[in-house]
Each structure stands twice: as structure tokens, then as C-alpha cells.
């Protein structure tokens, strides 16, 4: 049973324009979501993170929103650039519950066309 | 600084054989862990571990063992290496457990054939 889904495999978006990277979770105990954004033959690395006592976080070109009651988050990158081409993951965790583990979507490839 | 090291890069293996993936931080992160990353699948949790002397259980533990003796060092080990192991695994560290940002390794390659 899949908690944190990423529907959408791969993602074509021109450069300059907006991508827009869609997550769903199951759990209702996750109040804690990351970002991770990977590229081929290198480990992940952090983008941005969101509490569920906010809606919105942005930093710089990247904003994650959150909307509990539909259990779903979206990741905007604004404007959209070439070393944006990478897997995005998304995960979550149980802050509230003290737990130590995070549970991982299974990623979208993103590709940003020139 | 290094950051979160990992060896060896690539590894074969026979099935039912042994080994050691070793993972090592310089940045005295109380919490580290292993995740395997498999095509199509994500990123899935096999143990963590938030401190030394201080492990647990992950989504897919199973065929896994570790320890942590010393803060820096968090090595995986395959007991008896199956073809369903083979994957591409990654070690984390970080300050403040899952809720802040984890570094990761550069990964290793395991195939058993």
C-alpha cells in the first residue's frame, strides 16, 4: 500500500515556464513533507520542506504548497532552467509522533525542454 | 569536509555470499541511515539509526543487519546476499533526524547474481 504517491512518472516542461510536481499521501498522521531532487548517478539532494501548520513555503525559484484536507502537495518551479532536469521525491513523516522514519513517493522525472 | 562517503561504488555478488557496505560522515550527525533505491520504486528505508549504539527497523529491513558503534560510521551488511538484493544503495546523515535536511551518499551499486 502505496502511502506517498508521485502519479505522474515524467514531466516535460519548457524552459522558462512553470513545473508543477504533484504529490499525494495516504496517511493522515504525516505532518512533515520533504522535497528531494535527484540527478543520474548521484545521491538525492534536499529542495524544501513544509510542516502542516503552513499552507506555502517558498525558497527562491521553488514553492511547495499543502492542502491537508485533500491530503495532497505540489512543488512549482519558477521560472523553470535546464539543471532543473532531475527526479523529484517526494516524502513525509509523523513529526507529531515522534517518528524517526519517512516514507518516500516513488519519483517524477522531470525534463525541461530548451 | 567529505560529507557522507560511501564504499565500494559498484559491488558484485554471488547469492549467499557476504558483505559489507560502508558508510562514514564527517559532519557528527547524530542520524544516519540506508535506504535501497530500485527502478520504479523510490527511495525505501532499510534501518536508522539516532545515535551510536542506537538502530532500528525500516520499511524493508529484511536480509539487512547494522550497527553503530561510533557516531561517524554506520556500515550495512548482507548476510547472505540474494538476487533481490540487488539495487542501488544510499547512506544519510543528518542533524535533526527525518525533519531536517539529509545528506546523502553517492550510492553503491550491488548486483548478485
Known amino acids: 500500500d502505496q502511502q506517498v504517491k508521485q502519479n505522474s512518472p515524467s514531466l516535460s516542461v519548457q524552459e522558462g515556464r512553470i513545473s508543477i510536481l504533484n504529490c499525494d499521501y495516504t496517511n493522515s498522521m504525516f505532518d512533515y513533507f520533504l522535497w528531494y531532487k535527484k540527478y543520474p548517478a548521484e545521491g538525492p539532494t534536499f529542495l524544501i520542506s513544509?510542516?502542516?501548520?503552513?499552507d506555502k513555503n517558498e525558497d527562491g525559484r521553488f514553492t511547495v504548497f499543502l492542502n491537508k484536507s485533500a491530503k495532497h502537495l505540489s512543488l512549482h518551479i519558477v521560472p523553470s532552467q535546464p539543471g532543473d532536469s532531475a527526479v523529484y521525491f517526494c516524502?513525509?513523516?509523523?513529526?507529531?509522533?515522534?517518528?524517526?522514519?519517512?516514507?518516500f513517493g516513488k519519483g517524477t522525472r522531470l525534463h525541461i525542454l530548451p | 569536509n567529505a560529507g557522507v562517503t560511501q564504499t565500494p561504488k559498484f559491488q558484485v555478488l554471488k547469492t549467499g555470499q557476504s558483505m559489507t557496505l560502508q558508510c562514514a560522515q564527517d559532519m557528527n550527525h547524530e542520524y544516519m541511515s540506508w535506504y535501497r533505491q530500485d527502478p520504479g520504486m523510490g527511495l525505501r528505508l532499510i534501518h536508522y539509526s539516532v545515535g551510536a549504539g542506537i538502530t532500528d527497523q525500516g520499511e524493508v529491513p529484511n536480509g539487512y543487519n547494522v550497527s553503530r558503534s561510533t557516531t561517524e560510521d554506520f556500515p550495512l551488511r548482507l548476510l547472505s546476499a540474494a538476487p533481490s538484493q540487488t539495487s542501488v544503495y544510499f547512506c544519510a546523515s543528518s542533524a535533526g533526524g527525518v525533519y531536517n535536511e539529509q545528506f546523502f551518499g553517492p550510492g553503491t551499486r550491488l548486483t548478485v547474481l
Open positions: 513544509i510542516s502542516s501548520i503552513k
Open positions: 516524502a513525509a513523516s509523523a513529526l507529531l509522533n515522534r517518528d524517526d522514519k519517512i516514507i
